[in-house]
């Protein structure tokens, strides 16, 4: 006969594990917050030097390649692993069966790193976001803590971080479950249900309590009403979804080209392929006028509050995100995506006649799944950032449609392809280790 165990919930053996990781979820939430308001800060004062007199031009065209050669260098000089988006790193921590290769991806000196890192990337003008980022920071915490407690459930702790981390940015909380479901996971474990629920209100309540309660992009009221409104559901998902592909399977191709280049030496190649595409990015952003520098957040929520963006836009938007991305500097995509897509969707409605409210919306939606080809992610945060619960149903049919489209042109998710390199990398790293100590032992 089966004895079924007794938990004392009174004991310190139960208690201790829990406080630890609710304080580790709380500390996801402050730090969010946090990085935030300095993101912000960084971003007003790269502003701040090129609108001065005498010294913005010079500034839009030094400060970009210069900025991105120094974080390239102390990426790879000091914080290994940090570059980049940072989720394919937790996707790919998820996958390693030993916590000292995990700590190789999630440490918090890599999260310090990757705060401090995308802080002067944005001060540099570099077209990228926070929210990535604040994935990695929150799974490299959580997984602390899990450490601290004596929490063995290191694949749980990372999806619970990684989804605290986007409630948290976006203050949306249930487009961080589903993102935890849909994308970190994808073999989703029931028993990880508690850890993500309670890292993510927790989370959110921290983050609450500092912010209070809003959305990302205001409200927007903007409905599908009419025949042409559902034609520009299909337009803006399928055209959105395409380019979306078009974004990740350029990215790809180039990450895998200064990769092979910078082989032979890793350093100086590395320093001097990310200065060129801070080049690019300082190009683009004189020929926009600055538009293009930092997050696209005013943009987007320019078009979503029905204020049309210029003609080319999205597509100036698109380059200095690619270049931005292919640099490998610390620094996420999730903003700057949607920034494209809020473009995309603006020219399209101005072609057609029908504004830019809705066909923001719908587009930012099909790009952004087209870009991670995560559907119920993309349609569940742009509806949480927009407020917009009348445009249920034509934001699930652009996400789905939009990632629809990118599988046909491109069947390659961006992050879990980014995520297999970081694994071979690290086992690369611990088999070369194994050999050194075994070519040294006596």
């Given at each position: 006969m089966?004895?079924?165990s007794?938990?004392?919930?009174g004991t310190?053996r139960?208690?201790r594990?829990?406080l630890i990781f609710?304080?580790?979820a709380?500390a996801i939430?402050?730090?969010?917050v946090?990085f935030?308001l300095?993101?912000d800060a960084a971003h ?5 030097i090129?609108?001065?007199a005498g010294?913005g031009t010079v ?9 991105f050669?120094?974080s390239a260098?102390?990426t ?6 940090s570059?980049g988006s940072g ?7 998820r996958h390693?069966?030993l916590d000292a ?5 999630l440490?918090?000196r ?17 077209s ?7 994935v990695?920071?929150g799974?490299a915490?959580?997984?602390a ?11 749980g ?7 605290a981390?986007?409630a948290?940015?976006?203050n949306?909380p249930?487009?961080?479950i ?5 994308e970190?996971?994808r ?6 249900n508690?850890?993500v ?6 989370a959110g309540?921290?983050s609450?309590g500092?912010?209070?309660n809003?959305t ?11 025949l042409?409104d559902w ?6 998902g ?5 380019l979306?592909?078009?974004f990740t399977?350029s990215?790809l191709w180039?990450l895998?080209?200064?990769r092979r280049?910078s082989?032979s030496?890793p ?6 392929a990310?200065?060129i595409c801070g080049?690019?990015v300082?190009?683009?952003g004189?020929i926009?006028d600055?538009?293009?520098?930092g997050?696209g957040y005013e ?5 979503i509050e029905?204020?049309?963006l210029p003609?080319f ?5 698109f380059v200095?995100?690619l270049?931005?991305m292919?640099s490998?500097i ?7 995506s949607?920034?494209?897509g809020?473009?995309?969707g ?5 072609i057609?006649?029908?504004g830019?409210?809705l066909?923001?919306?719908?587009a ?14 993309a349609?569940v945060?742009i509806?949480?950032?927009?407020g ?6 034509p934001?699930m049919l652009?996400s789905?449609l939009?990632f629809?489209t990118?599988?046909?042109v ?7 392809s980014?995520a297999?390199n970081f ?8 088999r070369s280790?194994a050999r050194d100590?075994?070519e040294t032992?006596?």
């Open positions: 089966l004895r079924r007794r938990v004392v919930w310190q139960v208690w594990p829990r609710w304080a580790g709380l939430g402050l730090v969010s946090g935030a300095l993101a007003q004062a790269f502003e701040s090129r609108s001065s010294f500034a839009m065209l030094v400060l970009p390649p210069a900025g050669a120094l260098f102390l790879l000089r000091f914080f290994p692993n570059q989720i394919p790193q937790a996707i790919a921590a390693l069966e290769d995990r700590g190789q991806l440490s918090l890599i999260a310090a790193g990757k705060i401090l890192l995308t802080l002067l990337g944005l001060l540099s003008g570099a990228i976001g926070r929210e990535g980022p604040t990695q920071v799974a915490i959580m997984l803590a899990g450490r601290l407690g004596g929490m063995v459930q290191a694949r702790l990372i999806l619970a971080g990684s989804a981390g986007i948290a940015a976006f949306t249930l487009a961080g589903v993102f935890a479901i849909e970190m996971g073999a989703y474990e029931a028993r990880t508690g850890l629920l309670s890292a993510v209100v927790l309540l921290a609450l500092l912010t209070g809003y990302y992009f205001g409200e927007s009221n903007a409905v599908a009403n009419t042409q034609g520009l559901v299909i337009a803006c399928v055209i959105g979804g395409a979306g592909a078009v399977a990215a180039m895998r080209r200064i280049w082989a030496l350093m100086r190649r590395a320093v001097g990310a200065a080049v690019v300082a190009a683009v004189f926009s600055g538009a293009t520098y997050t943009q987007a929520r320019s078009a029905g204020d049309p003609l836009f999205f597509a100036e938007k200095a995100s270049a931005s292919a490998g610390p620094g996420g995509i999730f903003a700057p949607l920034a494209v809020a473009g995309l603006s020219t399209i409605g101005v057609v006649g029908a830019s409210g066909a923001a919306t719908l930012m939606a099909g790009y952004f799944a087209g870009v991670v080809q995560a559907p119920m992610t349609f945060i509806l949480e950032m927009t917009n619960h009348g445009n249920v149903i934001l652009a789905l939009g629809g990118a599988r046909l491109s069947g390659a998710p961006l992050y879990h980014l297999r694994v071979a990398d690290v086992l690369r790293l611990r280790q100590i075994e032992a006596p």
